[in-house]
């Protein structure tokens, strides 16, 4: 909630700064997916908005978040999360998943995530 309180009325801080900065202070492990993470999204979806959100960081279309990553450092889980916000375009029936533990990065991984991606943002 701190995190959340600086950013709304905190330092003004350019979004991509802000998570770059987010992103060095992580674990190794953690710094490693979220690169990785960040890298692909803003490759394949390049008209995101790239800022914090709870200290996380996140990618946001029309200024509404879409998916966020929360490192497991940071709440000292032993899994990263890559989560999608209600406004990610994933409906599926009555049920789907909004969060996936993540807790390395292979090729499979990137495939599954970038098409998460583009369906969170009705290209797929």
């Known amino acids: 909630m701190k995190d959340r309180a600086a950013e709304v009325k905190g ?6 700064t802000a998570v770059k900065e987010k992103i060095s202070a992580m674990a190794p492990e953690d710094r490693k997916i979220a690169e990785k993470i960040h890298r ?3 490759t394949i979806a390049p008209e ?3 800022k914090t959100w709870y200290g996380m960081q ?5 200024g509404k978040v879409v998916l ?12 990263s999360t890559l989560g999608f916000q209600e406004a990610a375009q994933l409906d599926d029936g009555a049920m789907w998943p909004t969060s996936f533990a ?10 599954q995530v ?7 943002i009705n290209r797929a």
């Open 58 to 62: 996140a990618y946001f279309v029309a």
């Open 102 to 111: 993540v807790i390395s990065w292979t090729a499979d991984i990137e495939k």
């Open 11 to 16: 330092k003004k801080v350019d979004g991509l």
């Open 68 to 79: 966020f990553f929360q490192d497991a450092g940071k709440y000292k889980s032993r899994y």
């Open 40 to 42: 692909l999204v803003t």
């Open 48 to 50: 995101m908005e790239v």
């Open 114 to 120: 970038s098409e998460l991606v583009l369906r969170a």
